[in-house]
């Protein structure tokens, strides 16, 4: 660290020359220099017929965007920086070229890392706040030139800097204007004496780290650059420079106030206030005339449409000043906590939420427009209703749009200083940076207090707890007592106004809502969702739904963090840390934990999520006679713009259908109907019979189409009697049993079933079809490709001996008897102290019975195992799926509330989900009925077992997807398809699990125990 201070020390005195002193970027007392304070992001128009149209003053003649390319210089280290770039005369024709907004990582300038806290220096300098490192602390300087037009004239002209990693000096035409740090925050600053009429330069310079990066150790890739806009305003002398407007709800909720304070330039001597009403209508009007320069009104409106996530009804203020008027888009919405619970406009919501992380696969933190609405499009069709802003404010143009469309907020403020530690570590008991606390979230609140959608305040993630938050927490409450405080680490004492643990078991949270608590539980991250998990969601949300005080919680998250890279035959890998060189700090592929791929398509566990945060429920009345109760779980919006659609589906056959479009349930209230069929439309023979239940949308809903399916359920009238149909075939044809030196054949009239000399069948023969590959086995299984969450708990390690246990071959007998072939093998396997037995019976149709029967030693200290169960290699031409079972989606036995039992038919290729960032386990299909193996004329094989089993049959074998042996630089874009299809078929397999990823295992009951177990199953040719 003293070559640090001595490094540091020699860059501040070659700076000497320059007329700043560059100490600013270390320095915690001095976070900016000239920036203008604060305001909130109200929309300025020309004329006041533009303010009351579209939301949106892109189109001001006063604003000219400084986006594009701009002349670029890097370099790796902070002394090596230009220090006269900025000058007028300064020859940069050498330079090279950088867009803005743009990341450098994703633009050939320095690597792409990502570590999950540590800061980007871990491993290679130490913590030492304020100070950081000059080695590798690359700094980025900019330069371009601007017309400023003669209309501008008379103007006051303000230099907007949406957001630049990790702070930004700012110069125009040669002289200093300012600094700013606060990555996620705009920096705006007057300009108007540096520029001129005509051709005018500004120069920037970016500093990769600097005292505000110890604040900025959240969990995503550490990517520098600009990453939002960067324009020029000119605004009138005679203007409004802030506007506040707070809403409240009086009479038990039902009339609305909305209190405005608005601040003036000393030009303005009146002004003109309108209240537009949704549609567009003016509601009410005033004029006011600021006392200096502050002004106040407060608008009354009965019964007004109020804002929900639900019913996202919003107003217009409009405000006209002099040339410039003002529009901001408001909503009547109060958020509070009475009771231990959290109230939106007087009811208990419910969060069904998720973080979301500003992220792009290609652009990093660049995210547009069209972006943020696939993103809340994506929301809307997985029944999210909320969002937290992890890990700091988001674009402002994220919080119209949740306005707009109706999500609910945590806005928090960008300030996590996790890799510092906690306890006494904490910057949070630091005086030094007591100051940058509190201006992180002054700046915050300051800029988005307007908008509806956030509900709830954060303080900031992870970063310990101190009077530094207490001192917050209190200017909040005292700034904005209309919404409540959150903030985790506070842990639930007198600076949080909500319980928002990270990761609470099932029985933690129980325990706290039943004992009674006096603040309402909202999980601020829960249901770890990386790689193939979100096994036990529903476990969540039985409690939830059971206990007033639960309300939900945001999950661990929306989208994966993955970057896009093309591969040469077209698929995509989804890069992660590491992935760029193999010396930077990494945390590997722990930043790809979304519902959402990275590219935006749902993973197969989102739609459990959807199926749980779904607000239409059906309960069973008198199924056979076809009557239900419809369940209304909103708290704001009846039922009317749904239909329900029925089935009655026998065998998976949908037998009768029908459609209810009058559902006027209302809110939080239930109503019975009667189905169009009765008992006497149940075929007595039906093996299964099911009722499935959707509710589409009927009436066009921002961002939902007419007909999407908002909820879904099935009910089970007669269920599979897996043991009754169970039996193999009667057959009067021979079979033979032939033995030879190494091996054992089963023959009947066109098929062959062959055994090798351990005893396991190698070959299945039915007429001209192999069934099993060359070189392949039917052998029994007891791994899997482990999971994010299998290798978070060490799984591969802990569960090693069942990667592939010795299984030595004591007996062999082989005979026919009673006219069909009757084989056991039975084995010893040391590793694990057990014995398996393997019994086969082949009958005439070359039908196989297997009884796979494993005896646990007694005593024995064996771990648990993936799974039990066998698996086989079939040629490729064995590519169609045809199942009866959970589907259609991949499940797993504590993942399938979303999977209905049904008959599917699918592709082996589409089994695998190509989109998680790392190779694991995929693909499986759970409480199967029987499964079919085919190829494309439609002959395979059939397997059925005396239980609802499990199968999969993916392109790739499971070698191929354990990332825990080989490289660990592995991508699911990588996988190559060979001339195989690999088949599992489990009597149980683990469950997925989802309480975490760094050690927690799935329920007890979903875990697959050393112990005695019996599989029995049958393979059948399908001809």
């Known amino acids: ?71 670029f210089n890097w370099v790796e280290n902070a002394d090596q920086r230009p220090t006269d770039f900025f000058a007028v005369g300064y020859n940069d024709k050498g330079w090279g070229k950088m867009e803005v907004p743009a990341m450098w990582e994703l633009n050939g300038y320095g690597d792409p890392i990502y570590v999950n806290y540590g800061y980007a220096w871990r491993g290679n300098f130490e913590h030492n706040p304020p100070y950081v490192p000059i080695e590798q602390n690359h700094v980025g300087s900019y330069r371009r030139t601007f017309e400023v037009p003669a209309t501008w004239t008379g103007r006051d002209i303000i230099l907007n800097i949406g957001a630049v990693t990790s702070n930004v000096y700012v110069w125009v035409n040669g002289k200093f204007v300012g600094y700013s740090e606060d990555c996620h925050l705009g920096a705006s600053f007057d300009v108007t004496k540096y520029v001129k009429t005509g051709e005018n330069l500004i120069a920037l310079q970016v500093f990769r780290w600097c005292d505000g990066t110890y604040f900025e150790d959240q969990d995503l890739w550490r990517f520098c650059g600009i990453s939002r806009d960067v324009e020029l305003v000119a605004r009138a002398k005679a203007r409004m420079n802030n506007l506040v407007v707070t809403p409240a709800l009086e009479n038990n909720y039902t009339d609305g106030k909305l209190a405005l304070e608005m601040d003036f330039t000393a030009g303005v001597k009146s002004a003109d206030v309108k209240l537009l009403c949704p549609a567009g209508d003016v509601v009410a009007e005033a004029k006011v005339t600021p006392t200096k320069g502050k002004a106040t009104h407060t608008f009354e409106v009965k019964s007004p449409a109020k804002w929900t996530a639900e019913t996202p009804n919003l107003y217009k203020v409009i405000v006209s000043a002099g040339s410039e008027s003002y529009a901001q888009r408001v909503g009547f919405r109060t958020s509070e906590i009475k009771n231990a619970q959290l109230l939106v406009n007087g009811e208990p919501i419910l969060i069904k939420g998720v973080n979301r992380h500003e992220i792009d696969p290609l652009k990093g933190f660049v995210i547009s427009r069209e972006r943020m609405i696939q993103d809340i499009r994506l929301m809307k069709e997985l029944n999210v209703n909320a969002v937290r802003t992890c890990h700091y404010p988001d674009a402002p143009e994220w919080y119209d749009l949740c306005d707009e469309y109706g999500i609910y907020l945590i806005d928090e403020a960008n300030l996590e200083s996790h890799g510092m530690g906690y306890k006494e570590k904490t910057l949070a008991k630091n005086p030094l940076f007591e100051k940058m606390h509190m201006e992180r979230n002054t700046r915050m609140v300051h800029r988005d207090r307007n908008h509806p959608s956030i509900i709830i305040w954060s303080m900031g993630n992870e970063a310990g707890f101190g009077p530094n938050f207490e001192n917050v927490y209190r200017w909040i409450k005292a700034e904005d007592p209309s919404r409540p405080v959150h903030y985790e680490r506070a842990e639930g ?4 106004d909500i319980m928002c643990p990270m990761y609470a078991t099932y029985d933690w949270c129980e325990k706290y809502v039943t004992n009674n608590p006096t603040k309402p539980l909202i999980q601020c991250e829960y249901a770890h969702a990386m790689g193939n998990s979100m096994g036990g969601f529903k476990e969540y949300w039985d409690l939830i739904r059971k206990y007033p005080h639960y309300q939900g919680g945001f999950i661990w998250d929306f989208v994966d963090q993955g970057l896009a890279h093309y591969e040469a035959d077209g698929k995509v890998s989804f890069y992660y840390g590491g992935d760029f060189n193999n010396y930077d700090a990494t945390d590997n592929s722990f930043n790809n934990n979304g519902i959402i791929a990275a590219d935006r398509t749902p993973q197969a566990h989102a739609w459990e999520v959807k199926r749980q945060y779904q607000d239409i429920w059906t309960e069973a009345v008198d199924l056979v006679a076809g009557k239900v109760e419809v369940y209304n779980e909103k708290f704001f919006s009846c039922l009317a713009p749904y239909a329900m659609e029925w089935e009655l589906q026998q065998d998976g056959v949908v037998t009768k259908a029908g459609r209810i479009d009058k559902l006027d349930v209302a809110p939080q209230q239930r109503k019975q109907f009667v189905l169009g069929y009765t008992a006497d439309d149940i075929c007595p023979k039906a093996k299964e019979v099911t009722l499935n239940i959707r509710y589409v949308v009927t009436e066009k809903q921002p961002l939902l189409n007419i007909g999407h399916v908002v909820a879904e359920q099935q009910h089970i009238i007669k269920e599979y009697d897996t043991k009754a149909a169970f039996a193999m075939k009667e057959s009067k044809r021979p079979v033979e049993v032939t033995k030879f030196e190494k091996s054992t054949q089963v023959t009947g009239y066109d098929w062959v079933v062959g055994f090798d000399r351990q005893g396991f069948i190698n070959q299945i023969e039915y007429g001209q079809m192999s069934v099993v590959a060359d070189d392949s086995a039917l052998r029994p299984n007891f791994w899997r490709a482990p999971t994010e969450n299998d290798i978070g708990a060490k799984l591969q390690n802990k569960y090693a001996v069942w990667r592939n246990p010795t299984l030595t071959l004591t007996s062999f007998d082989a005979k026919v008897e009673d006219g069909v072939a009757k084989l056991t093998a039975e084995y010893d396997m040391p590793e694990v102290q057990a014995k398996m037995r393997i019994s086969y019976t082949i009958n005439g149709e070359g039908e196989i019975k297997v009884e796979q029967a494993m005896t646990a030693g007694a ?23 045809e199942y009866y079972g959970r589907g259609e989606v991949e499940n797993y036995a504590d993942r399938k509330s979303c999977a209905d039992i049904g008959l599917y038919t699918q592709r082996v290729s589409e089994q695998y989900n190509e989109k998680m960032a790392r190779p694991q386990e995929s693909g499986t299909r759970s409480d199967l009925r029987y499964y079919n193996i085919e190829n494309t004329a ?14 999969s049959a993916l392109p790739y074998a499971q070698e191929a997807m354990d990332v825990t042996v080989g490289p660990l630089q592995r ?38 125990e050393y112990k005695d177990y019996t599989f029995n199953f049958i393979i059948s040719p399908v001809r």
């Open 938 to 951: 439609g002959a395979g094989i059939r397997i059925i077992s005396d239980v609802a089993f499990s199968a």
């Open 493 to 496: 004492n007198d600076f949080t």
């Open 859 to 881: 005593g024995a200290q064996v771990s648990n195992m993936f799974r039990y169960g066998m698996r086989v290699e079939l040629p490729a031409a064995l590519n169609v799926l």
């Open 1 to 71: 660290m003293r070559k640090l201070i001595f490094t540091l020390a020699a860059a501040l005195i070659s700076m000497g020359a320059v007329a700043q002193n560059f100490t600013e970027w270390r320095d915690p007392n001095v976070n900016e220099v000239n920036r203008l304070p604060m305001v909130s992001t109200f929309k300025i128009f020309d004329s006041q017929q533009d303010a009351e149209g579209v939301y949106c003053d892109k189109a001001n003649p006063y604003r000219l965007s400084l986006n594009g390319t701009w002349q």
């Open 971 to 1008: 991508h699911s874009g990588d996988l190559k398809a060979d001339d195989k299809t690999y088949l599992c078929f489990d009597l149980e397999q683990m469950g997925l699990g989802c309480i975490n990823s760094w050690g927690r295992l799935p329920l007890d009951e979903y875990l697959v």
